[in-house]
């Protein structure tokens, strides 16, 4: 019989605010990295022309992100949450020139961004801004072996072309994130998904950008691979003064990652704060809901508001404020004018009831 | 070498399910002797050993190969060669009937010439042309459905009503049109221009259905995010095309290949049977049995016969051989 | 008495290469009305082990030895037709993708009728009658005429509700849940597991809920199964293994998740990965990662042995070591 049970939990180190401790950070930067302003996407689901000309089906246009503006100083971490519908993914791939903006642009490091990519200049943006996408599986082509996949960028750009210097580099960055250099003849198949996803930071980092996307990169991992792997995306951040626009659906990595985290709905950003701001007093009722739909591992005895309802169809929002029909808080001029995005009390907010003192 | 063996080892023998289960070995320098024996073990080389049908298939298959590739030395007479032939050997009977010589095994035809040589040099017209149009097929396939399917839009339009039109007309009246547009054309070249022709025909009519499954698997490929992680890093297009999305979609057309190869050889003989293939004086495995079916009536079965079982064998042969390929191919069916 | 009892279970996938073993002799209870959450990452095992009570495991996938009970009944080796009984009437399944768990040919309420008919002794109207009911108490707002919609007209809370009202048309002890909620949107997750939990509870149907999410295991759940390469590191009552988790390897998971409560410079980490079916180490399978091994771990595979309030495959509280007579590494 068993005397005691023995206590395995890991005691938890508290740390507020860890600042990374780069020479770019610590001097003033007057200009964000990046700025994006009234950023807008639209996509046209329409049936084929034929389909609608005898069906007499009318243009379906899908606005994935609508008007949306938020600037990411350097060095530091820019959070997007929302669920699914909400545009956040549409943001990442427009700032790394997937997508042409329907309206509205970005400056990166004060140039159009948009205007850089369609000209041969453009090529020297790609070399700083890359992205690090959700799937591992699909994110290597799985008949490349490693070193030529982590090469492309260099052999792309030119970054090094004579054949020893590049495995050097090659290895050096397979180092850097945790992987050896016997995993360069490798094909992605003999990778779980976790080292897939350290191969994908491998190749974003390989052109030294300064700008990470990260669009979801810890979301098909699990649990305890999602720890390293956000460890090592954390320290890489750390040394090299990266800046990193994260979206993601969880909240959680979302708080143990982030700076500042912009809360999306529908294609428009409805709160945007630092991180422990939103944490602590969220303001837009949907940010409210979003954090108290999170399943709690311990409970933490706060009363909770019911949820209600469903992410509307994104082909067919409600007007005015998109939240309008869940919102707890609505009056007749949320379903007729649409939130713009404020300053209220150091947090910027897209809320009438907020705005007005209701809530 | 380096890199085109590293695209042949990581073109799909050794990725699936299960084996990423039990794990797999990195390969080592490309050296094609330690090549086979590593497809060999692989998954696809296991269901290769373990299938009769595609031993057998293939065991059959290469022997046809050889013969017609090397009939000059191995038959043993040469059919074609006036100055060897002799009237009085005509239509001699194969050497187990009654009547007939061990010299020739198989029998001779109405001209003396020896049927077993002829079915050697038959397969060698029939192969040849079968593999040409199918390789020109699937070069002007892939590189139409890599277009259409990586660049959307009215290119994709276009293409696929192309096919569409394509599809509309049967192979050999496509064949009957162009040989008679070309003898139009050039009354006097017939007989060299014949296997163009011929190889032509089937090309056209045969490369719609790779330019389809190609277009379709690469418009899955191109939404994946190795494609959108190189356009990130600004690779062209073009590079995009040939480098990532051309080994992912070659699996399917490999199975289509080696199954259209039996088509083409088929599709070959009926229009040299039909008159418009090879030309009388070097005749495909069709020409011989439209030549010897004038006689099936009258009692000399074996001028047709032979040669259409030749045909039947090396058909089925590559038939088999393309089942079992895409069974192999397709990790779900094990 | 349980209502289904898992005794040694162990499942094979025969390949060429070798045998593996994905199922290494797991054994479990579910009590009646009970809801077990059944935790783990990717290759633990957990949706196997739901395949395998439900028997719908794929070959090359079987089982190899062990029984599974259900009422005292063995199912495990039972012939086709009379699974197809049990599989409706006594167990029902719910899958993480609601798109593919209904037929999009056919209208939802032809379906839940049909599962109805099929196992209950009722006509058609009284059927049709339940189902309506059924759509109302999962929450689907006008329920008679939704009745007749086609799944695609469903949004995805919706039609995971449906397939909850599907999975206890016919009157189920027991609902298996696999992973109901990973495919759902944070908002939408919350309100299915209050529903899951709710209804279970009201028809007093015992539910095995698996998914890798432990915040909603810690809402639903009354027991936990922890699972690791194949075996089961730790059972016992929910709040217990959360928080005073007595194997390394929960521990070291709840040490993992990031928590909404506190704030972490370095998240915790498990260094390495759960091993590969054809490289499970010897003795105890999380040995080579454990940071707190005893030479015995090495040689000797635990079985779950208790430790407070639950139970744990873990030598650390065999009698001996905690009396404290045996030296730790």
Redesign the interface.
């Known amino acids: 019989m068993s005397a005691q049970p023995i206590d395995l939990t890991t005691p938890a180190v508290v740390v507020h605010q860890a600042a990374p401790a780069t020479a770019q950070t610590v001097s003033v930067a007057s200009e964000p990295l990046v700025r994006a302003t009234d950023l807008a996407k639209t996509f046209d689901v329409s049936a084929p022309w034929l389909n609608r000309v005898l069906e007499r089906q009318p243009r379906q246009l899908l606005r994935a992100v609508d008007g949306v503006s938020f600037d990411i100083p350097r060095g530091e971490t820019l959070a997007l949450v929302g669920e699914s519908g909400c545009g956040k993914s549409t943001v990442a791939r427009l700032l790394v020139g997937l997508y042409e903006p329907t309206r509205g642009g970005f400056e990166f490091d004060g140039q159009d961004a948009h205007a850089a990519f369609k000209t041969p200049a453009g090529r020297q943006l790609r070399r700083r801004i890359q992205m690090i996408f959700q799937d591992p599986y699909a994110s290597l082509n799985p008949r490349w072996v490693v070193e030529d996949i982590i090469a492309e960028p260099l052999r792309e750009h030119g970054i090094e072309t004579e054949p020893v210097a590049l495995r050097a580099r090659v290895d050096a960055l397979l180092h850097s994130v945790g992987l050896s250099p016997h995993d360069r003849v490798k094909y992605p198949h003999q990778f779980s998904g976790g080292q897939r996803q350290r191969i994908s930071i491998a190749r974003a980092l390989a052109t030294q950008p300064e700008f990470l996307v990260c669009d979801e990169p810890t979301s098909a991992l699990d649990v305890s691979v999602q720890a390293q792997v956000l460890n090592i995306m954390k320290d890489l951040q750390r040394e090299r003064g990266l800046t990193y626009l994260f979206i993601s659906h969880n909240l959680a990595v979302v708080r143990h990652v982030s700076d500042r985290v912009g809360v999306m709905y529908l294609g428009r950003l409805v709160e945007l704060a630092p991180k422990h701001t939103l944490f602590d007093t969220p303001r837009h009722p949907y940010t409210r809901m979003l954090l108290d739909a999170i399943p709690k591992m311990h409970d933490t005895g706060k009363a909770r508001t019911p949820v209600s309802g469903e992410v509307p169809n994104p082909l067919n929002p409600p007007t005015g404020c998109a939240f309008n029909p869940r919102c707890p808080h609505v009056n007749e001029r949320c379903r007729n004018e649409r939130p713009e995005l404020q300053t209220i009390g150091g947090v910027r907010v897209a809320c009438h009831a907020v705005e007005e003192g209701r809530i | 070498m380096a890199r085109r063996s590293?695209?042949l080892a990581?073109?799909?023998w050794?990725?699936f399910p299960?084996s990423?289960?039990?794990?797999?070995h990195?390969?080592k320098a490309p050296h094609l002797i330690a090549f086979v024996r590593r497809w060999l073990d692989s998954d696809v080389g296991?269901s290769f050993r373990t299938s009769p049908t595609a031993i057998v298939a293939a065991a059959i298959a290469l022997v046809c190969l050889f013969c017609a590739l090397f009939a000059p030395w191995v038959a043993p007479h040469n059919p074609f060669d006036l100055a060897t032939l002799e009237l009085s050997n005509a239509r001699l009977p194969p050497a187990w009937s009654e009547g007939g010589v061990s010299q020739f095994l198989l029998g001779t035809d109405d001209q003396g010439r020896d049927i077993l040589s002829a079915l050697m040099y038959g397969a060698r017209i029939s192969l040849a042309v079968g593999l040409a149009s199918v390789v020109l097929s699937v070069v002007i396939g892939v590189a139409f459905g890599l277009l259409a399917g990586f660049l959307g839009g009215w290119v994709d339009a276009f293409l696929m009503r192309l096919c569409d039109v394509m599809l509309s007309f049967p192979a050999i009246l496509v064949a009957l049109l162009i040989a008679g547009v070309g003898r139009a054309l050039f009354p006097d070249a017939h007989d060299s221009l014949a296997f163009g022709v011929l190889i032509l025909s089937i090309t056209l009519t045969g490369w719609v259905q790779y330019a389809r499954t190609v277009r379709g698997s690469t418009m899955v490929e191109r939404n994946?995010?190795?494609v959108?992680?190189?356009?990130?890093?600004?690779?062209a297009p073009l590079r995009i095309m040939r480098r990532?999305v051309l080994?992912?979609v070659m699996g399917p057309v490999m199975v289509l290949a080696t199954i259209q190869v039996a088509t083409a050889i088929i599709t070959e003989a009926t229009l040299s049977f039909l008159g418009v293939g090879a030309p009388p004086t070097s005749p495909s495995l069709g020409t011989l049995i439209r030549v010897g079916n004038d006689y099936l009536f009258s009692g000399e079965w074996w001028i047709t016969i032979f040669p259409g079982a030749m045909l039947v064998l090396i058909a089925l042969s590559v038939n088999l051989l393309g089942d079992w390929l895409r069974d192999a191919l397709n990790p779900r069916l094990r | 008495m349980s209502l289904l009892q898992v005794k040694n279970l162990v499942v094979e996938f025969r390949h060429r290469r070798g045998t593996l073993r994905a199922l290494d002799d797991i054994s479990f209870d579910i009590a009646p009305g009970e809801i077990l959450g059944v935790v783990g990452e990717s290759g633990a095992g957990k949706s196997l082990t739901g395949a395998s009570i439900i028997g719908l495991l794929e070959p090359p996938g079987r089982v190899a030895s062990g029984e599974i009970l259900l009422e005292g009944r063995r199912i495990d080796n039972l012939p086709f037709d009379e699974m197809r009984k049990v599989r409706g009437r006594q167990i029902g399944a719910i899958f993480q993708d609601p798109l593919t768990s209904l037929n999009p040919l056919y209208s939802v309420g032809r379906q839940l009728i049909e599962t109805i008919t099929t196992h209950l002794p009722v006509n058609q109207a009284e059927a049709r009658q339940r189902a309506i009911q059924l759509l109302r108490d999962t929450g689907i707002p006008a329920a008679e005429q939704r009745i007749d919609h086609f799944s695609h007209q469903f949004s995805g809370g919706m039609r995971q509700r449906v397939v909850i009202a599907l999975a206890l048309a016919a009157e189920p002890q027991l609902i298996v849940a696999d992973e109901p909620t990973t495919a759902l949107d944070v908002s939408i997750q919350a309100q299915i597991i209050t529903l899951l939990k709710n209804i279970c509870k009201e028809r007093g149907a015992a539910v095995m809920l698996i998914t890798h999410d432990m915040g909603v295991i810690a809402e639903t759940c009354d027991r936990v199964a922890v699972m690791y390469a194949g075996r089961i590191a730790e059972i016992g009552p929910v709040h217990e293994v959360i928080n005073h988790p007595a194997h390394p390897y929960t521990a070291g998971l709840m040490a993992c998740i990031p928590d909404m409560s506190v704030d972490r410079e370095r998240l915790h980490q498990i260094d390495g990965a759960m091993p590969r079916l054809n490289a499970i180490p010897a003795g105890c399978a999380y040995n080579p990662r454990c940071d707190r091994v005893l030479d015995r771990c090495h040689d000797e595979r635990p079985d779950l042995m208790p430790a407070g309030v639950t139970r744990a495959a873990c030598w650390l509280h065999a009698p001996a070591v905690a009396r404290g007579e045996e030296v730790s590494q």
Do not use: C
Not at chain 2, 20 to 24: A, F, P, T, W
Not at chain 2, 228 to 235: E, H, L, P, S, Y
């Open positions: 590293r695209f990581g073109s799909g050794a990725s299960l990423r289960l039990v794990g797999s990195p390969s296991h994946k995010e190795y959108q992680a190189a356009r990130v890093t600004g690779v990532h080994p992912n």
